[in-house]
């Protein structure tokens, strides 16, 4: 079966765009198979009509090994609804139907908006916080040169940001939802902004690798590397975990020791250099 991959750019509490992007790739004949830690993998298939959906569940991982019980009950409902599970982005569950009118898969909007709530707090506002703090101390006890000190500030800005638009958001969609509305579509000029944002941030973090093209990284990004390699070892230890039927448990606990022993390693080589 024909594969490919896709680095795709999504905010994660944008649903509308998430299933609106599948259902554009169904027609052109790729369904969403799985989604890794950088990318999106489609299989090729006969362009169809399809159409998704997606749902939250705050206390699901990429690291279960198995749906807990509510998550069981739940995707049995689907499947009698005729909704298919395809996979899992963090704790968004993502679905899909060939149905030309479907039974929604949530209709209290209420309670779909307190759920969407807490996955956020458990992805997105946790781990913005913490890395915007970090960057943040960075601006002020860095020593390094003005290009990285810019760097370190617009990244903590870009991640105070995103928690800020998110926020703006769920006030907004609480306010409807009170009325009796439903939950509001981030608005374009939000997703461009979001988009630019991210493609910005990557850029300066590329471009201040080099020190703005001086072909000699610094000491502090040259850690960037040991990003990726995190990314691929958590990868791997989820297939490793899950093909050997381990706890979830033992599986983050095996994770977190490899997460503290790599970074000594790492600066053993970079102090022996």
Known sequence: MK????????????????????????????ALKEIGN???????????????????????????????DTQA??????????????????NMQIFQTTAENPIPLETDETLRLKITHKAMKKTLLSNHLILGVLFLMMVFFSRESLVLWMLYLLLACYLFGSCFAYSHWYKQSLRAVEAGGNCLPVSKKGRGLA????????????????????????????????????????????????????????????????????????LGILFYL
């Open 195 to 266: 988009k630019g944002l991210h493609l910005f941030a990557g850029f300066m973090v590329l471009w201040t690798f080099f020190q703005g093209g001086s072909g000699k990284p610094s000491a502090p990004l040259a850690a960037l590397p040991l990003v990726f390699v995190f990314l691929v070892l958590d990868f791997l230890v989820q297939k490793f975990c899950k093909k050997l039927g381990l706890s979830k448990k033992l599986a983050d606990d095996f994770l977190w020791f490899l997460i503290l022993i790599l970074p000594l390693l790492f």
């Open 38 to 68: 950088l990318f999106w993998i489609y299989e090729k298939i006969e362009p169809t009509a399809r159409i998704y959906g997606t749902t939250f569940f705050p206390d699901a991982s990429e690291m279960d090994i198995s749906p807990t």
């Open 73 to 90: 009950e739940f995707l049995a409902y689907c499947q009698k609804a005729g909704w298919q599970y395809v996979t899992q982005w963090k």
């Open 3 to 30: 594969r490919k991959q896709r680095l795709e750019n999504f905010v994660f509490y944008d649903t509308e765009s998430v299933t609106a992007h599948l259902e554009d790739m169904a027609q052109k004949g790729w």
